[in-house]
Each structure stands twice: as structure tokens, then as C-alpha cells.
């Protein structure tokens, strides 16, 4: 089992920045690939970014590349998606996500970004 926690989403205007941090406790050493993801109501969920726990490598969607930047510091079993020139589009509610050996999923509950002047 994994759980985790989202924060740092909030009202922001457009060309700003925010930086969303996901809390993760639980089988954290059976977790090969962490990602955040984002819903808009009537819209399905999509890929912001992934990040293997092997490697470090990151993965990010066209839309988001070149402004946002994602990360985990392993000592406080965070994962964090840093975001900049942030635009109206970018608004929704952001997921963190962890994937453990097996293929299993888990979701957090999300946090809400808003952009808007």
C-alpha cells in the first residue's frame, strides 16, 4: 500500500508560479515510477509528468515542457512538480501518482490550481 498526499495548489495569474509537493508514506520501496497528472471537469485525466525512481528519469507532456520541472527528494519521501509560466490552461485539479512493481496504482486526492487574473 501507498498513500499520498497532494498540496501547494491555489489561485494564481497567469505568467506565475507554484510548486505542488506530494507526501508519500507507506511500501515507498516498491514504487519504480511517480507522475503527476491533472483533470479538468468533463475531461479525462492526463499525464503532466513521470519520473522513475531508478534512473531519475523524467517524462514530461508537450504542453508542459520547458515550464514545468518535476523532482522527489528521496529523505523526505516527497515528490514535488514545480511550475512556471503558468497559463489559464494549466488550470485543474492536479494528481500525484505512484506506481508499484506489479503495476498496481495509486492516486492521491488532488490538489486544485487555478489560474487566472
Known amino acids: 500500500q501507498v498513500q499520498l498526499v497532494e498540496s501547494g495548489g491555489g489561485l494564481v495569474q497567469p505568467g506565475g508560479s507554484l510548486r505542488l509537493s506530494c507526501a508519500v508514506s507507506?511500501?515507498?520501496?516498491?514504487?519504480?515510477?511517480m507522475g503527476w497528472y491533472r483533470q479538468v471537469p468533463g475531461k479525462q485525466r492526463e499525464l503532466v509528468a513521470t519520473?522513475?525512481?531508478?534512473?531519475?528519469?523524467?517524462n514530461y507532456a508537450d504542453s508542459v515542457k520547458g515550464r514545468f520541472s518535476i523532482s522527489r527528494d528521496n529523505a523526505k519521501n516527497t515528490l514535488y512538480l514545480q511550475m512556471n509560466s503558468l497559463k489559464p490552461e494549466d488550470t485543474a485539479v492536479y494528481y500525484c501518482?505512484?506506481?508499484?512493481?506489479?503495476?498496481?496504482?495509486?492516486w492521491g486526492k488532488g490538489t486544485l490550481v487555478t489560474v487566472s487574473s
Open positions: 519520473l522513475t525512481t531508478s534512473g531519475g528519469l523524467a
Open positions: 501518482n505512484a506506481i508499484i512493481i506489479g503495476g498496481v496504482g495509486y
Open positions: 507507506g511500501s515507498i520501496f516498491s514504487i519504480y515510477v
